[in-house]
């Protein structure tokens, strides 16, 4: 068994043949269009691609956006200018074969709770840090959901109370300290140093030793404040941070959480918190927890 896994970014749309340990086969990668037709159509056309080359029976598609509880429809997207969609039914019908519809932080999330960081964790909480902050929660081996398909949005944790305005109207939310966003604001509001690129960001952190600790510690300061709220809820055995900005920083960023959770333990009676953990399925997760959402949804159907 396999399935086609597609992840629909704000910049670009990956996809590829997922099988049930993970492996991912014939890559491929696109420019998502700015138009939501064309989206639509992009995505038809890279699973027509898969189809022509060997039968199709299942597609997961992981989308940066706010679902439905039926996991049918986008209500509204952060990236993209697109709302009250039906998508997994209008790209069903398109290539004829079933679609799962998920969020993209969720599917990473399933993708490491299966073959990543997370695995035999439960419950399992993951963190991925990109331009916002996203977040999925995983217990007994399920995706939380939530009543209206909410949960597990973590980058709205607040933080910071009275802190920056965050897209969602709120203020303080763990995505404007902790995200790559966050991160450009904060080098510009606390030492002066203008960047409006991931990749302007990159080249700051690696030229200065001070720059990269005063960023790392306030993302990880944020992070440490999220897990608390998160452990006090859910209990999780692990927390898995992972996403764009984590795998650029790597261990060095666990290593400042580590020490933001010590200064948080040694205020505390207990001393009871998760795991911390970088996540392993590294930048396809989106399309590899897509393919594997897909197959469990499959043999769910079959049985």
Sequence with gaps: MSAVGIDIGGTRIKAGRVSPAGDVTEPRVVDTPQHADDIVQAVASLIGQYQ???????VGVAVAAFLDVGRERIELSPNIDWQDRPLRDELSQLVGCPVVLENDANAAGFAEARLGAGQNANPMVMFTLGTGVGGAVVIDGEVLIGSRGLAGELGHLIVEPGGAVCGCGQRGCLETVSSGTAMMRHLG??????????????????????????????????????IVQVHAVVDPAVVVIGGGVAERLGERLIEAVDREREAVCRERRSQAFPEIRLAQVGNQAGVVGAGLLAMAKSEEVAQ
């Design 52 to 58: 022509a080359d060997h039968p199709v029976s299942q």
């Design 189 to 226: 509001l606390e030492h002066g140093v203008q960047v409006d690129s991931p990749e302007g960001l990159a080249e700051a952190l690696a030229g200065s030793s001070e720059l990269f600790q005063s960023v790392v510690k306030r993302v990880s300061w944020g992070i440490v404040q999220g």
